[in-house]
């Protein structure tokens, strides 16, 4: 605390740079004294200037002078003791108002002593603080190092929170800390993700609209502009700030507006005729019937905005609305105020007289007048300063009841005190001196006589948690021009699902196109930043707006392909069928026995299998379908070669035979034949098994050729096991065709080796095509290209060597004979 020595050399300070103190404009007799600084008159420049009264500041004066009597009145609250008041014009200055601080703490009239420790200049105990955050802040600094409680009932600068710079500064009237970002709340919950922003040009709006801005730039809210005004700017910077506004493409505007700079703004939006906006105001503006009454071309039409609840006190609206009390608090002051009020003059005023200009009698009726000082809006704020004036009586109350054993100052008990008011309202500072943050939420809605009525839609508590903070009512809300509709007010209009938000360039975020999600990707949510890839099993529908589960592709035999290749696979087996019974039918004919009949009929068999074997790759893959189709594929493969290789092998012995002394078919006899396809067989079950037991084929889903579909299909598991099925089979086919190929010249009448030629030839070409076809093909195209293969050679062993027998069978029987075969048959004698 400060010493009695360093106190008195502060006053003198003061006397000395400052000049004599203000007169009081309202004073009250009392043992203990109570500051009050309100605005009277709305400017003034020196005492012979002219100015304009403010009713709004008589209201506030006479709400403090209500709580005073009321508590004088009181035989529970300060018993025996009574609270006067001493009340100075700032006129809505800076320098008035420290000026008019000043004048309270320098008051050295006797006062009544609250310590005996150090016998101080008679001064106030505490001071009702103006309306204006600057002009608070500014007397704050000054009678900071007094510690004398300076209480206001509408500053609400968050500024004025540290406590640091303020520490005697106190409010009833929550912090714009906590307006500022529900302002933002409102915005965001109404959708509008563009607006523009106005601001007062001083402590109150900057530092509100600074923390506006910082909160909506969080919820995703953007600013288009931003714009200082205050009513002093000359017209050409108005006309920037409508330029501005003509301009925007926002069809919202957050004003963080005084009463007195919104005056001069809409007086010029007026003449511009800039209608149609939707305001959303701060508590300064949005419940005043003044401003509301000037708005005479619907400007401010269907604004939204908060305010301190609605407060009602049991007398004080009578009070107010009884003049007596200025009467024989300042004369001067009452005797100009009733001439304000009722626009008369009294015969001695001296004050200019304007024509027909009546009389003031002092007796006139307040029954018939409305204006400003009749309207009871503001009663929330009124209840302020009523909380104010028994916050610093309880508190004055417990420090005198401790029988002189409080060491605390005024200002450390009223940081401290908490009581109820007679309507039944908690009354407490926090750490800041800030009170609870509770707001309705105000909505201008037109009546039938053309005024407008502050409807509450809505209320927002910052007690509670975030997401249940902001509340409305279902009460219907009137927009800008009387719409019932919710205004828009967005940059960019939502990017639908489907589609994702892409920033344009050199714009804030809420500016963006709407890029339509890739394929295999989606949005299901309205303005998503981003697209989602689907699973890999799942692909993006026709909207971009879901994931839909891929086709599964295969080769099945309800497709046409499918069905094509199976009838070709069950017309190569009827054949084969159809050859063998002929054969078996015909054995005994010498073109059946003449080239082992035993080899020829597990040839059919073999091709049989053959084109059996092609419908193992038809239809959904499984485990025992994928192992099944190629070894069955390798092994009857290799059954009907080594089936081919035997017969060529058995012409050339024939041949061979014949020649003197040869005992070439004492080698090759039938037992050996039936080994050596056994043997050539077993190599191939041999490569198959161990193919099977390192890395068998399997079943599986490929979703890498095609993104919008799985194939289905049985992975080699070894590609080295498949290539060696295939290059074994090709092996045995090249012996074959070479062998063949050597036997071209033998005679025609039993040229069976001609045609194995062919049939090689024809093997062999397929299969050489196949292996590029089969590596380039996507999907179950490889399949059927597979099963082509397959079929294909089947059919070219099938016709190349059973059909000319069957042709000499059925149709030439003549040659059917052996001496025919052998060549032998000539013309007789």
């Not at 103006?130 to 009678?143: D, G, H, P, R, Y």
């Not at 609400?156 to 005697?168: E, F, G, Q, V």
């Not at 078996?584 to 082992?596: D, E, G, K, L, Q």
Request: with cysteine; proline share 4%; glycine share 6%.
């Amino acid at each position: 605390l400060y010493s009695c020595a360093t106190y008195s050399v502060m006053l003198s300070y003061v006397n000395e740079t400052m000049g004599d103190p203000e007169n009081p404009q309202l004073t009250k007799d009392g043992d203990i004294i109570l500051g009050g600084i309100f605005s009277f008159h709305r400017s003034w420049i020196n005492r012979r200037d002219t100015y304009i009264l403010n009713f709004r500041g008589f209201q506030y004066a006479q709400a403090m002078l209500f709580a005073i009597d009321e508590i004088n009145n009181s035989s529970d609250l300060l018993p025996g003791i009574t609270l006067g008041c001493k009340v100075y014009d700032s006129c809505g200055s800076i320098a008035r108002g420290v000026r008019a601080s000043l004048a309270l703490i320098n008051s050295q009239e006797t006062t009544f002593k609250l310590s005996d420790k150090c016998t101080k200049p008679a001064q106030v105990q505490a001071i009702m603080g103006e309306s204006s955050s600057s002009l608070n802040m500014a007397a704050a600094t000054v009678i900071g190092p007094f510690h004398i409680p300076l209480i206001s009932h509408f500053a609400t600068c968050d500024c004025l929170s540290d406590k640091n710079k303020y520490p005697s500064f106190l409010r009833t009237i929550p912090s714009d800390h906590y307006q500022s970002r529900a302002l933002a709340q409102l915005v965001k919950y109404f959708g509008w993700t563009w607006v523009g922003a106005i601001r007062t040009n001083d402590d109150y709006g900057n530092n509100g609209m600074a923390t506006f801005i910082e909160t909506a730039e969080e919820l995703g809210i953007c600013v288009e502009y931003s714009v200082a005004v205050f009513r002093t700017d000359p017209p050409e910077k108005i006309q920037q700030i409508i330029d501005v506004i003509k301009a925007s493409t926002s069809r919202v505007i957050v004003g963080f507006l005084s009463q007195r700079d919104i005056d001069v703004l809409i007086l010029e939006m007026s003449q511009h005729n800039l209608t149609g906006y939707q305001w959303v105001g701060s508590e300064a503006w949005i419940f005043d019937s003044h401003i509301a009454a000037m708005d005479v071309h619907y400007i401010l039409n269907g604004a939204v905005g908060l305010f301190i609840p609605k407060a009602h006190v049991t007398g004080m609206k009578e009070f107010i609305l009884d003049v007596k009390p200025l009467n024989s608090s300042s004369k001067e002051l009452f005797r100009e105020f009733w001439e304000a009020l009722f626009d008369c003059k009294f015969e001695d005023s001296a004050s200019t007289t304007t024509e027909n200009q009546r009389e003031c009698s002092g007796h006139e009726d307040l029954a018939g007048v409305k204006n400003t000082f009749t309207d009871m809006s503001l009663m929330s704020i009124f209840y302020n300063i009523y909380k104010e004036v028994y916050a610093v009586a309880h508190t004055l109350h417990d420090i005198l009841s401790c029988n002189n054993t409080c060491n605390k100052t005024i200002l450390q008990h009223l940081k401290r005190i908490r009581f109820k008011t007679k309507e039944g309202d908690e009354v407490y500072f926090n750490e800041n001196g800030d009170p609870p943050a509770k707001y309705e939420i105000i909505n201008w809605q037109p009546t039938e006589n053309g005024n407008v009525e502050f409807v509450p839609v809505g209320l927002y508590d910052a007690s509670l948690p975030a997401d249940r903070q902001l509340t409305l009512t279902n009460r219907t809300l009137v927009w800008a021009q009387n719409s019932e509709q919710v205004p828009v007010s967005v940059c960019s209009e939502k990017c639908p699902p489907g589609t994702r938000k892409v920033l344009q360039k050199g714009k804030p975020v809420c500016c963006y196109d709407c890029l339509r999600c890739a394929d295999g990707e989606i949005s299901n949510s309205t303005d998503s930043i981003s697209c989602v890839r689907c699973h890999s099993e799942f692909w993006s529908n026709e909207r971009r707006d879901a994931c839909i589960k891929k086709k599964e592709e295969f080769l099945s035999y309800e497709e046409m392909m499918g069905a094509l290749l199976t009838a070709a696979s069950l017309l190569g087996t009827c054949l084969t069928a159809v050859v063998m019974f002929i054969f078996f039918r015909y054995r005994r004919t010498p073109i059946v026995r003449a080239n082992n009949s035993e080899l020829s009929f597990l040839l059919l068999f073999s091709l049989t299998l053959c084109f059996l074997c092609s419908l193992t790759f038809i239809g959904r893959p499984s485990g025992w379908s994928c192992m099944l189709r190629h070894t069955a594929f390798g092994i009857t493969f290799v059954l009907c070669i080594s089936c081919v290789l035997g017969k060529t092998m058995v012409v050339l012995m024939v041949f061979r035979a014949t020649l003197p002394g040869s005992k070439v078919m004492k080698w090759f006899g039938p037992a050996q034949q039936r080994l050596s396809v056994l043997g050539f067989t077993l190599i191939q079950v041999f490569i198959c098994l161990l193919w099977l037991t390192i890395s068998p084929p399997f079943p599986f889903q490929n979703i890498k050729d095609f993104k919008d579909r799985i194939i289905l299909e049985c992975a080699l598991g070894s590609a080295l096991g498949f290539w060696s099925v295939l290059g074994y089979i090709g092996l045995l086919a090249m012996f074959c065709f070479i062998l063949a190929f050597l036997a071209r010249k033998l005679p025609d009448n039993f040229n069976e080796a001609k045609f194995i030629t062919f049939s090689m030839l024809i093997f062999c070409a397929v299969w050489v095509t196949f292996i590029p076809a089969y590596v380039s093909s996507p999907g179950k195209f490889s399949v059927a290209v597979e099963i082509f293969a397959i079929l294909s050679s089947g059919f070219g062993l099938l016709i190349c060597i059973f059909i000319p027998k069957c042709y000499i069978i059925l149709l030439k029987p003549d040659r059917n004979t052996k001496r025919n075969l052998m060549g032998k048959e000539g013309p007789t004698h």
